[in-house]
């Protein structure tokens, strides 16, 4: 009996690393998946058009850029315990929109 509760917590034990392991690859895949997209996207756009707005109210190409550098700077900070890399976001050149 002590046995079979010895090997049932084994079971589960690596039940459970093998799921965690798992998460970090799919996570892992996904994040390298977004970086050669939005590497790409901002290599495609000609430097001359990156304060191109969609429309006077949205963020300019370049400041979506850099948002998005921000975000993943802070996203990796806070998995990681330590602070962000590099210097801290800028205002947005647009008002926020209203939460609701």
Known sequence: MRMMRF?????????AAAAE???KAIF??????AKEFTLAVAEAMPAESYDFKPN???LSFGRLMTHIAAQNSDSC???TGTNP???QPISPDVSPSPRF
């Open 7 to 15: 090997l049932y917590a084994a079971l589960v034990t690596l039940s």
């Open 21 to 23: 392991n798992d998460s």
């Open 28 to 33: 892992a895949k996904h994040w390298q998946i």
């Open 56 to 58: 006077p109210e949205e």
């Open 77 to 79: 900070a806070s998995a």
């Open 85 to 87: 890399a590099g210097p």
